[in-house]
């Protein structure tokens, strides 16, 4: 029993630190669009340096009316997009947003938004705690 009760103690700074520990959002940044487009796409790279996995389950901003997590893949020779529920991260892994991939959809931009600016996104992890990140608005490559 004392065995039992050792072991179980030695998790516990493990399970605390898991709690506390949470992905981070690195190099984020947003595309704009041609002006009068109701949508960004967005980009960056989620880390995950936890023992544990991550998920996220939504995202939103206050500069955009929805926010979305959607990838794009190649099918059949069609570039086809769907929205993506869940996105799982491994522990000590990363969630790399890119052109042609993953993204974020940002729709209905609630002002008009200029290169440089930054944008606040907040991802929702499927343990209910939050997870905040800013974007950089660049310009479209010409």
Same mark, same amino acid.
């Given at each position: 029993? %004392?065995?039992? &009760?050792? /072991? &179980?103690?030695? /998790?516990?700074? /493990?399970?605390?630190?898991?709690?506390?520990? +949470?992905?981070?959002?690195?190099?984020?940044?947003?595309?704009? *669009? $041609? +002006?009068?487009?109701?949508?960004?796409?967005?980009?960056?790279?989620?880390?995950?340096?936890?023992?544990?996995?991550?998920?996220?389950? +939504?995202?939103?901003?206050?500069?955009?009316?929805?926010? #979305? /997590?959607? #990838?794009?893949?190649?099918?059949?020779?069609?570039?086809? *997009?769907? !929205?993506? $529920?869940?996105?799982?991260?491994?522990?000590?892994? +990363?969630?790399?947003?890119? $052109?042609?991939?993953?993204?974020?959809?940002? *729709? !209905?931009? %609630?002002?008009?938004?200029?290169?440089?600016?930054?944008?606040?996104?907040?991802?929702?992890? %499927?343990?209910?705690?939050?997870? &905040?990140? #800013?974007?950089?608005?660049?310009?479209?490559?010409?």
């Amino acid at each position: 029993m %004392k065995i039992i &009760l050792a /072991l &179980l103690l030695s /998790l516990l700074p /493990l399970s605390a630190c898991a709690r506390d520990c +949470a992905p981070q959002v690195k190099d984020g940044w947003i595309r704009l *669009m $041609p +002006a009068g487009m109701p949508m960004h796409a967005g980009f960056g790279r989620i880390e995950n340096r936890c023992p544990m996995p991550a998920s996220i389950v +939504a995202a939103s901003s206050p500069a955009y009316g929805s926010v #979305e /997590l959607h #990838e794009s893949k190649l099918v059949d020779g069609i570039s086809r *997009m769907r !929205q993506v $529920p869940e996105l799982r991260i491994a522990p000590d892994g +990363a969630a790399v947003l890119q $052109p042609g991939g993953l993204h974020l959809m940002l *729709m !209905q931009p %609630k002002a008009t938004l200029k290169p440089g600016s930054r944008v606040a996104i907040e991802f929702e992890l %499927k343990d209910g705690r939050k997870l &905040l990140g #800013e974007l950089e608005v660049r310009k479209p490559a010409p």
